[in-house]
């Protein structure tokens, strides 16, 4: 059991990392500002991994390749927790793209 948590842990982080890099197009460094810590790419690798090790636990997955398929999907879904908690933080739609307005 504590091995397809290593496993899960890992793929959701990799998972977050990479819907990271194709949201913004590089990876972000966590910063420290006056008022606010921004945790870049570290924000969403977690949130992969916490997603992965909440599902993987919760279906119970016993064979290798259903930890990494579920894995893999919770990745993705920890990208969607984020974009969730961020329309409850600023009130407002949160661009699909990632990119927001240039001007």
């Known amino acids: 059991m504590f091995q397809n948590i290593g496993f899960a842990i890992l793929i959701g982080g990799f998972v977050g990392l990479a819907e990271h890099v194709r949201k913004r197009g590089k990876i972000v460094k ?3 500002t006056k008022k606010f810590i921004y945790l ?3 924000e ?4 992969g991994s916490l997603a992965a090790v909440l599902l993987v636990t919760s279906t119970g997955a016993n064979s290798l390749m259903r930890v990494i398929f579920v894995s893999i999907i919770a990745g993705y879904g920890g990208d ?3 974009r969730a908690l961020e329309i409850f933080r600023g009130g407002g739609p ?3 793209g990632g990119m927001g307005d240039k001007k």
């Open 30 to 32: 966590p910063r420290r």
């Open 40 to 42: 870049g790419f570290l």
């Open 44 to 47: 969403e690798v977690l949130m």
């Open 80 to 82: 969607a927790i984020l």
């Open 94 to 96: 949160v661009d699909p």
